[in-house]
């Protein structure tokens, strides 16, 4: 069993209310500083506080997502967001103005801080006392969304299923089967079409006022500077847009020629893009959650023993949710314990293939929160997405070799393999459009929902549109967005699943040419959490923090041989 490190500056048992926390950070605010040594001790204090605080919030995340229909645990994550969020800000913006102006700031170890320090100013030119309460609101709206979605479910046959096991049905043999399934998959999402677009105008209102505030023209030059990049542009985004255009989507067309000529049909439509062209039944990789978790804890183990124990540590202490169930929030995570230096994993497994690339995904995450467990600060552990998910998407690739604990069919094991390494370029396509679909909402912050609808149309068409014939389907084509949970909840965070989606191929490539130093290398990177820049971190890794339309042909070229070997 795991347990919280023992804390050495609040208390044990800490009651997570505000007449219990202010004090603390008075105190931290009031206290003197003088010498090197008291300012890291300061620093490791306000980093203790901190983590409980994370994961107490983690805990009422968790909850409130494993089970939307509850009122109360709604409540205790509203309470938090309303209650806790907006009194720690003010206190915290004054913690990161006596840091930057104690006079032994410039003695910390320079290498060891830098990006702690070059967080902490950019947070300080960010601060907007008015931001406050606007932040608070967006997130309690922002969390509509998952109550919405949550509670959508449809009736195939008999018997009624999640929109998380429904799709399972898209990837039947036999046709028809698979378009009753699409069509009341969408027609239920349909059904609060106007319902979710107005959350989101409500969000994109919201979110532009903040911007205003922080004196930024709009909410997208706001966020570049929020999530710290420091090391690309949107300039960069949009070259990377292009690049996918140019070297991705003919591969893709490919395949999906490929598709229609295998199945016989005279247009690929949208309940088409899922099944085997095999002709083959679903695969099967596994029977409900709990064989889920013990075969992946067999195959981490597999790659390394190390590996394997994380997860194993994580089934002993209950840190995994993972069968899909109506008023279950969609969508799958890795939520870290700050405190406890573990994990929890939740996720909508329906019994499918895609399940298994989830668990994997999730798994990789797993195991970085592991190895930054034991950094000195609770800031060190937050990692830019950029390589968070590089943690995941090369976990998924990695994993690969060692999936026939999966599959006990030779034919099936390659059948996966090919379906895996399609999936990592469908993905760049994908994210290219929901990113620059946000780079558009938010640089015409006053549109309308039917302008909106038509740059997303715009968008998506250069991309492929899913490769599919939405000839009468015009409706469901146009509201596909409002199916990624980033763009409601988490603004932005979305380019990232592609910058680490190349820098995992580029891992693997790496692993099937000398598989211990690679893995070694991966873990040596993880290892860092962000005390090292992304260009560093990607490095350490043994590859490159590149974008550019030439690394994306060359990545591409070499997934395409590996497919076509299979």
């Avoid at 985004?237 to 229609?260: D, G, M, N, S, T």
Wanted: charged letters at 30%.
């Amino acid at each position: 069993m795991i347990h919280k490190k023992t804390r050495t500056y609040i208390p044990a048992n800490l009651e997570i209310k505000w007449e219990t926390l202010e004090p603390l950070y008075k105190e931290l605010c009031a206290r003197p500083i003088n010498s090197v040594e008291e300012l890291e001790q300061w620093l490791r204090d306000r980093s203790e506080l901190e983590a409980a605080l994370e994961e107490d919030f983690a805990w009422r995340y968790i909850r409130m997502t494993c089970d939307t229909n509850s009122e109360e645990k709604l409540q205790n994550f509203q309470y938090f967001a309303t209650e806790i969020e907006p009194k720690t800000a003010p206190y915290s913006n004054e913690l990161n103005k006596k840091l930057v102006a104690n006079e032994y700031a410039d003695q910390l170890d320079g290498e060891k801080y830098f990006i702690y320090l070059r967080g902490v100013r950019k947070s300080l030119e960010l601060f907007r006392e008015e931001n406050i309460p606007l932040q608070t609101e967006i997130q309690v709206e922002q969390q509509k969304y998952q109550s919405i979605t949550g509670s959508m479910s449809v009736h195939i046959g008999d018997k009624e299923f999640t929109l998380e096991q429904a799709a399972v049905i898209l990837k039947d043999t036999d046709r028809s089967k698979r378009q009753e399934a699409w069509e009341k998959i969408t027609t239920r999402r349909l059904q609060e079409k106007d319902k979710l677009n107005e959350l989101f105008d409500h969000l994109r209102k919201l979110r532009h006022k903040v911007a205003l505030n922080a004196g930024f023209e709009n909410f997208r030059d706001y966020m570049f500077q929020a999530l710290g990049r420091f090391d690309y542009t949107p300039q960069d985004c949009y070259a990377f847009h292009e690049a996918i255009e140019r070297e991705i989507v003919p591969i893709l067309r490919e395949q999906a020629e490929k598709r229609k000529e295998t199945l016989g049909l005279d247009s690929l439509r949208p309940w088409d893009m899922d099944v085997d062209i095999s002709g083959k039944a679903a695969l099967k990789p596994f029977h409900g959650g709990d064989d889920l978790i013990d075969k992946s804890i067999q195959c981490f183990t597999n790659i390394s023993k190390y590996l394997g124990e994380r997860l194993e540590i994580m089934k002993e202490n209950n840190l995994f949710d993972v069968e899909s169930r109506k008023g279950k929030a969609p969508g799958g995570y890795n939520y870290p314990l700050s405190e406890t230096g573990a994990p929890f994993i939740f996720m909508n497994s329906a019994n499918g293939f895609r399940d298994l690339t989830t668990m994997v995904h999730e798994g990789g995450h797993a195991v970085h929160t592991f190895l930054t467990a034991d950094l000195e600060l609770n800031d060190f552990k937050h990692c830019p997405s950029e390589v968070a998910e590089l943690a995941s998407m090369s976990m998924e690739l990695i994993s690969m070799d060692n999936w026939n604990v999966y599959f006990d069919n030779a034919e099936d094991l390659k059948r996966a393999k090919r379906d895996q390494l399609v999936d990592v370029l469908k993905t760049l396509p994908w994210v290219a459009v929901v990113d620059q679909f946000q780079h558009w909402i938010y640089t015409n912050p006053d549109h309308t929902d039917a302008e909106r609808t038509e740059a997303w149309k715009q968008i998506y068409e250069p991309f492929g549109a899913g490769f599919a014939d939405w000839s009468g389907l015009e409706e469901a084509e146009e509201n596909l967005w409002q199916k990624q949970l980033h763009i409601f909840e988490i603004p932005f965070y979305y380019i990232e699943y592609g910058f680490a989606q190349l820098g995992a191929i580029a891992v693997w490539k790496n692993y099937k040419e000398n598989p211990e130093k690679a893995l070694q290398q991966y873990l040596d990177a993880l290892k860092l959490g962000y005390t090292k820049t992304i260009k560093e971190i990607y490095e350490t890794a043994g590859i490159k923090f590149d974008f550019s339309a030439g690394y994306v042909k060359e990545l591409a070229e070499f997934v395409k041989g590996e497919i076509e070997k299979l």
